[in-house]
């Protein structure tokens, strides 16, 4: 996720933004554990918050076969420290007072600047193993943790609040809406701070030297809105401090977290470096900010803004490709206890024949409209089944992994032309709303696909866009000009409504 660009003119600019937002996210945590926190709402629905106590304290951890969570935050004594990451060395930090609350900005700033001063020189980059593949990092992790010392700076890793990744000023004359997307997702063109992190940890605060800010999230705990929700918190606590504030030292340790890299983690972190490179190469990442309209039009024209972005994409597809794409959405089921997520499948009769009227040059307007509108209406009907529980994917996906557990056959439905067809998903999207000039973005799902995150904002809507490189039918520049052209021609479509009913 990328957040509002800073201007920094020094380095202790970096380290007094990052102070305040360990702060900041700190007073959130503060919310979490007292259960301040307003229950998020659907409408009139309040949801399950239970994802907000699996933020803090939470990690991944690389098992053969399949992962495990660990959440530290329900013990008994709930770890009170950070790590901070710089030059790709790991420092421990406490971030409380011996009576329990918690440091604010002024008692944080010290400490940031006493590791920067232990660590002018970067070491070997360690944290690059968790950008593996899992099963490479799973035996990798188990070479590493076989040293009690490396075991033991996992450990304190592991049980961290979240991480903080103080970066260096990337070399690139990319524009900042290419490097800002690298740099959080795989640490800045080339790699450059790709070292700087610890993949597994749920929340990883990304501060760069030159004012790129962030964070990395690990999703399998929590879905984007807690997050978001959290990033707000943030950026509001960061907003109302004063500018002129000054440090005052607690004393309070700060521990470097040391590793022995032997001569097969060496060769580990070699592979891991040219895996990743591999990966940058083949990711192609655009931020994309449509500054024309938003929420507030779309809600005028008496329709839902997240159906109506949906349909933007399906049309800009549609022009890319000429065919319809499957595409997934996420849709919360908060409204259940743990709920987690169904898919929204976007698209739909309704959607192909919106595609195909709009890109008709017999089309009247009206004719226009009415398809725009019967397919928001029809992925809105889709979106209220998939929100309370009535979708599909869910439930189909449980049945297949049921028979697999249980050495059954795997029905026959699930290798139909039809169902392997509409289940690669040639659109991954997801709506991660935001209240400050934020956006999210990840990969593809499948090869031939982009990866679609949007935050529409009451006039304008951002939008982090991807696709594969190696992959000649897709261009994530092409998508956007595509959708920046759809978005446009339905606004100009309504208003021509309009205008012919006065």
Request: one cysteine or more; charged letters at 25%; hydrophobic letters at 35%.
């Amino acid at each position: 996720m990328a957040l509002p660009r800073q201007h920094f003119e020094s380095k202790r600019d970096q380290l007094r933004y990052a102070a305040t937002l360990i702060a900041g996210a700190l007073d959130f945590k503060r919310l979490v554990d007292k259960q301040l926190l307003k229950p998020d709402m659907m409408k009139d629905s309040p949801l399950d918050m239970s994802q907000y106590q699996k933020i803090f304290c939470t990690c991944r951890v690389p098992k053969d076969g399949c992962d495990e969570s660990e959440c530290y935050l329900l013990e008994d004594e709930p770890p009170k420290h950070i790590v901070v990451v710089h030059n790709n060395q790991f420092f421990s930090l406490d971030m409380y007072h011996p009576d329990g609350s918690p440091y604010n900005e002024r008692h944080i700033l010290p400490m940031l600047e006493k590791l920067v001063k232990l660590s002018m020189d970067p070491e070997k980059p360690v944290g690059i193993l968790t950008t593996e593949h899992r099963d490479v990092w799973s035996k990798a992790y188990q070479n590493l943790c076989s040293n009690h010392v490396n075991a033991e700076s996992v450990a304190e890793i592991k049980k961290a609040m979240f991480v903080v990744c103080l970066d260096q000023k990337l070399w690139s004359n990319e524009p900042y809406e290419v490097t800002s997307a690298f740099q959080m997702l795989v640490g800045g063109p080339m790699g450059q701070n790709a070292g700087n992190r610890w993949c597994d940890k749920t929340i990883e605060f990304i501060v760069g030297e030159e004012g790129n800010i962030g964070l990395l999230y690990e999703h399998s705990p929590s879905e984007g809105p807690p997050v978001a929700v959290l990033v707000d918190h943030c950026n509001d606590y960061i907003s109302e401090r004063e500018d002129s504030w000054s440090s005052e030292p607690t004393g309070a340790h700060t521990k470097k977290l040391k590793f022995v890299i032997d001569s097969q983690t060496e060769q580990h972190i070699e592979n891991a470096t040219k895996a990743l490179a591999q990966l940058e190469r083949d990711i192609d990442l655009r931020i994309f900010k449509f500054p024309a309209y938003g929420k507030n039009f779309i809600k005028s024209c008496k329709m839902s803004p997240d159906s109506y972005v949906q349909m933007a994409m399906q049309l800009a597809f549609y022009k890319m490709h000429e065919v319809a794409g499957a595409t997934y959405e996420s849709a919360s089921t908060r409204k259940f206890l743990h709920g987690r997520t169904e898919t929204i499948r976007s698209t739909s009769v309704e959607s192909l024949n919106f595609c195909k009227t709009f890109q008709s040059d017999k089309s009247c307007n009206s004719s226009k409209e009415v398809s725009l509108r019967q397919a928001v209406a029809a992925h809105k009907e889709y979106t209220n089944l998939a929100v309370n529980g009535l979708g599909v994917d869910r439930l189909l996906f449980g049945l297949k992994c049921a028979a697999v557990e249980n050495n059954i056959p795997v029905p026959s439905l699930y290798s139909d032309l039809g169902y392997v067809v509409s289940t690669h998903f040639r659109l991954s999207t997801s709506q991660v709303p935001t209240r400050c000039d934020a956006l999210m973005f990840y990969g593809p799902l499948v090869q031939d696909g982009y990866g679609c995150c949007y935050n529409p904002r009451q006039d304008s809507i951002n939008f982090g866009l991807s696709s594969f490189s190696t992959c000649f039918e897709t261009s994530t520049a092409g998508f956007r000009d595509a959708l920046q052209e759809s978005l446009t021609q339905m606004h100009d479509c309504l208003i021509l409504a309009q205008k012919s009913k006065l």
